[in-house]
């Protein structure tokens, strides 16, 4: 089987800008079914601006992503959110609501946008609390737990629904090593567990290398290479060299927009 016969999502000459500034240019990238996909680079290379146009939350100035073979800015508002009901975001800082507890937060969706009896959907979100070890803290409230336990608070939530497609945005950012492993595990587990194709996006490497199928790396918004984490290793791309060697990059002045750029509005 070919990766364009089991491609899940597919990103095809992707831009996005942000008024006159150019984010992401010509963006070409696949993920496959049941893969873990992490995209990865330095800040300010692009990573989350892909992230909200792959959930739709933005609209790219070129360029098409399909989800199921659904171009996701054609669909109309109805298909969209049926759509989005297949997936799951974990957000950075767990996102949880401060005004509701733990199991609140989790039960969220489930009140939202199905019809099931609150039984039920008490019993879901005690099993979702189990698999991310949480069991017991359902009724504590989000400012009572550790970063760590926000974080797979978080992961419950976004997982809580049974969604085909995670997209998970730093999950290690903040935490201990000791935690960040934990979570890193958790996440495989939850591929494995529940058969979830898996859009993290890091600049932490020794996570993205032990969750990771394949490595997508983005620098200054476009796509240095994508492979899997042996080619990204030995890839012969200085920016790529110097991303795994936390080399600092050098940075080349052109004096003439330099100076436009101090004396520009002068009189």
């Known amino acids: 089987m070919s990766s364009l016969d089991s491609a899940l999502i597919e990103v095809n000459q992707l831009d996005a800008s942000y008024g006159d500034r150019q984010v992401l240019k010509d963006i070409n990238l696949t993920v496959n079914k049941g893969e873990i996909l992490v995209i990865m680079g330095g800040s300010g290379s692009g990573k989350s601006t892909l992230l909200k146009n792959m959930l739709g939350l933005m609209k790219p100035a070129a360029g098409e992503i399909l989800i199921n073979s659904m171009d996701i800015n054609s669909v109309n508002k109805s298909e969209l959110l049926k759509l989005r009901r297949t997936m799951g ?3 950075q800082g767990g996102a949880l609501l401060s005004s509701m507890s733990v199991g609140d937060n989790i039960k969220l969706p489930l009140r939202q946008h199905t019809d099931l009896d609150e039984n039920t959907i008490s019993i ?3 099993l ?3 698999l991310m070890n949480l069991a017991g803290f359902e009724d504590l409230m989000p400012s009572e737990l550790s970063g760590g336990m926000l974080k797979r608070a978080g992961l419950a939530r976004a ?4 969604p085909k497609i995670l997209f998970f945005d730093e999950p290690s950012a903040g935490l201990d090593p000791v935690t960040s492993v934990e979570l890193d595990q958790l996440i495989l587990e939850l591929r494995k567990a529940m058969n979830m194709t898996i859009i993290v996006v890091t600049h932490e490497l020794e996570s993205a290398f032990t969750i990771a199928d394949r490595i997508a790396v983005l620098f200054d918004g476009e796509v240095v290479i994508t492979g899997t984490v042996d080619e990204i290793k030995n890839c012969t791309d200085e920016r790529v060299i110097n991303l795994i060697n936390r080399s600092p990059r050098k940075v080349q002045i052109d004096g003439e927009k330099y100076l436009s750029r101090l004396t520009k ?3």
């Open 89 to 91: 975001v974990a957000f």
């Open 124 to 126: 879901m979100t005690r």
């Open 128 to 130: 979702k609390l189990e």
């Open 159 to 162: 997982v809580i629904m049974d």
């Open 265 to 267: 509005g002068a009189k």
